[in-house]
């Protein structure tokens, strides 16, 4: 089992920022790819953001490439999702999820734990 407990949602301003942190227990963090998840009201759980096990590899969907910083420290078990030049079309719920994979995926069927969620409002 893998716990994932996610922090630093909130509201924001147009153009503004935030960072998202994902803080995991039990298991080998580091054996472990990540990705960020969003989920908007009405719509379907979306991918943002992912990395593989060392950090190496990243992945990002179109809408959030160059304002978007996914990251990880495996000494800390944590993941960070670095959000600038935020949008209200950003604004949403963002999951952090865990998959026992080498590489990172971008659907969700590929992620075997979830957290909370944590959310995020842009207002204009």
């Known amino acids: 089992q893998v716990q994932l407990v996610e922090s630093g949602g909130g509201l924001v301003q147009a153009g503004g920022s935030l960072r998202l942190s994902c803080a995991a227990s039990g298991r080998t963090f580091s054996n472990y790819a990540m990705g960020w998840f969003r989920q908007a009201p009405g719509r379907e759980r979306e991918f943002v953001a992912g990395l593989n096990r060392s950090g190496g590899t990243t992945l990002y969907a179109d809408s959030v490439k160059g304002r978007f910083t996914i990251s990880r420290d495996n000494a800390k078990n944590t993941v960070y999702l670095q959000m600038n030049s935020l949008k209200p079309e950003d604004t949403a719920v963002y999951y952090c999820?865990?998959?026992?994979?080498?590489?990172?995926?971008?659907?969700?069927?590929?992620?075997?734990?979830w957290g909370q969620g944590t959310q995020v409002t842009v207002s204009s």
């Open positions: 999820a865990a998959a026992s994979t080498v590489m990172v995926f971008t659907t969700t069927s590929r992620y075997s734990y």
